[in-house]
């Protein structure tokens, strides 16, 4: 774990969580809500200063940060405070860093998109001695039909080849302006996976990209919900869980592997941290969001000091999950590394 590494991980943790407080600070600042600081890392502050009436700080450890408000969790007279705001109002500011955090991954994502280019429907390349060049696909085909489906796009062709049960699928291409037809089978990669040695022909198109890094943030936040449905089920350990030391150990990797992929895993970690602030859970912002719901049904059953104590406790268990996590990153990735 090289000093680079480590900056690099600073750098792009103060990045997502300014996006995401940066959220709860224009929706706040937009409904005239008094905001009383806004920090960016935590600990003690290194720089300060106060503009209106918000105090704006760089703290020590660039591994969280805040947007306080006023009346955010405690009551509070001021007209301009969080308590005094419509639920809606609250329930916008509270989605909002959220919010933030996908749009940065989408951007990411398209950046990705635009560097490395976007598969399209031509061949490109053709492993030798592979199910494509058997059959008598060549570079430069372009794929119009599988199994007599229309594709418009390279995850059509990976789509439908996935899910055929057939052994065997024709492929309609068109070559020097001619259709022709051919039928080919397939082989495996290392996960199952069902292929036939073709590669796509990459194109950098800002359109293209747009498109792509949007399906991509979508297809990443899927299988990313799938995975917390499985931590809940039981079917993934809480073990495999990884804190800022694993995060930093990861992002050391993706800066090795390339620009495309550090940018593609800050994309992955700030839609992460988009899903899971919206978790149903005390403390997060979706815990907050169910707050500000239940208390807008129930009228004033659960006071402001009730919402606060629980949010506390959910604080602290999750101090007690980063703890956990962090020793497995510890004990995982820091103790082989001195063996």
């Known amino acids: 774990m090289t000093l680079a590494t480590i900056l690099y991980a600073a750098l792009m943790f103060c990045v997502l969580i ?20 806004f920090a960016l890392g935590m600990g003690p502050v290194l720089l300060k200063k106060q503009k209106g009436d918000t105090e ?55 950046i990705v998109m635009l ?6 429907t031509t061949i490109d390349e053709i492993k030798a001695d592979s199910p494509a060049f058997t059959a ?9 039909a599988i199994g007599g489906k229309s594709v418009d796009s390279w995850n059509d062709i990976t789509k439908l080849l996935s899910s055929t049960k057939l052994k065997k699928i024709s492929f309609t291409i ?81 800066v090795k592997a390339g620009f495309s992929n ?9 839609l992460n941290l988009a899903i899971v602030n919206m978790l149903p859970l005390p403390a997060l912002d979706g815990g907050r969001l169910l707050f500000i719901i239940i208390r807008k049904i129930t009228g004033k059953a659960i006071t402001d000091d009730i919402e606060g104590k629980i949010h506390f406790i959910g604080i602290m268990l999750l101090f007690g999950l980063m703890i956990y996590v962090t020793w497995n990153d510890i004990v995982r990735f820091v103790v082989p590394f001195f063996q």
């Open 174 to 254: 068109m070559r020097d302006g001619n259709q022709m037809d051919f039928v080919t089978g397939f082989t495996k990669d290392e996960n199952g996976r069902k292929i036939i040695g073709i590669t796509p022909k990459l194109i950098r198109n800002p359109a293209y990209a747009v498109r792509d890094g949007i399906s991509g943030t979508y297809h990443m936040g899927a299988m990313m919900l799938g995975l917390i449905k499985q931590l809940f089920t039981g079917e993934v350990s809480v073990k495999e869980l990884s804190g800022p030391v694993g995060i930093v150990y990861m992002t050391g990797m993706t």
């Open 56 to 110: 704006y700080s760089l703290r020590l450890f660039p591994i969280g940060g805040f947007c306080a408000m006023e009346g955010e969790d405690e009551d509070s007279d001021d007209e301009r405070a969080f308590n005094k705001k419509n639920a809606w109002q609250k329930s916008i500011v509270v989605c909002a860093g959220a919010l933030m955090n996908l749009l940065l991954a989408i951007v990411l994502m398209i």
């Open 115 to 120: 560097y490395i280019g976007s598969p399209t």
């Open 136 to 144: 008598g696909l060549q570079s430069g085909d372009q794929i119009t």
């Open 18 to 37: 300014f996006v995401h407080e940066l959220g709860h600070f224009i929706a706040a600042k937009s409904f005239h809500i008094k905001v009383n600081k």
């Open 262 to 270: 550090f940018i593609y895993f800050m994309a992955l970690l700030s």
